[in-house]
């Protein structure tokens, strides 16, 4: 399979329509028909890492055809983030500096890069 088929598979799975992945990552649906169709030497990194984010999908993958489709790292990565975004817009400001603040805490207590 090419890039654009593998894109095209993961897009079709997800049941989004090419307008609707190009909103997503905040592209035109011509930038997707053109990866699809493979009228697109590389894709953009840029462009790669939204599509795999939003598809939820391996990079080495749509990239390269290497590992498996889904990255269930990401995903549970992305749920959590959903859902920490989630609960931290019912915050104040004030709380959710105090929240970010004990991460940044965390981080630096246990030497995590930032």
Request: overall charge negative.
């Amino acid at each position: 399979m090419t890039l654009g088929e593998r894109l095209k598979t993961a897009r079709t799975l997800k049941g989004f329509t090419q307008d609707e992945l190009a909103e997503k990552i905040g592209t035109s649906r011509g930038v997707i028909t053109n990866i699809e169709h493979n009228k697109t030497e590389a894709p953009q990194p840029l462009i790669i890492n939204a599509l795999c984010n939003v598809l939820e999908i391996n990079q080495e993958w749509l990239v390269s055809e290497t590992g498996e489709m889904y990255n269930s790292e990401a995903i549970r990565s992305s749920k959590v983030l959903a859902e920490i975004y989630s609960i931290s817009k019912e915050l104040s400001e004030e709380e959710q500096l105090y929240i970010l603040d004990v991460i940044k805490t965390y981080m630096k207590h246990f030497n995590l890069k930032k």
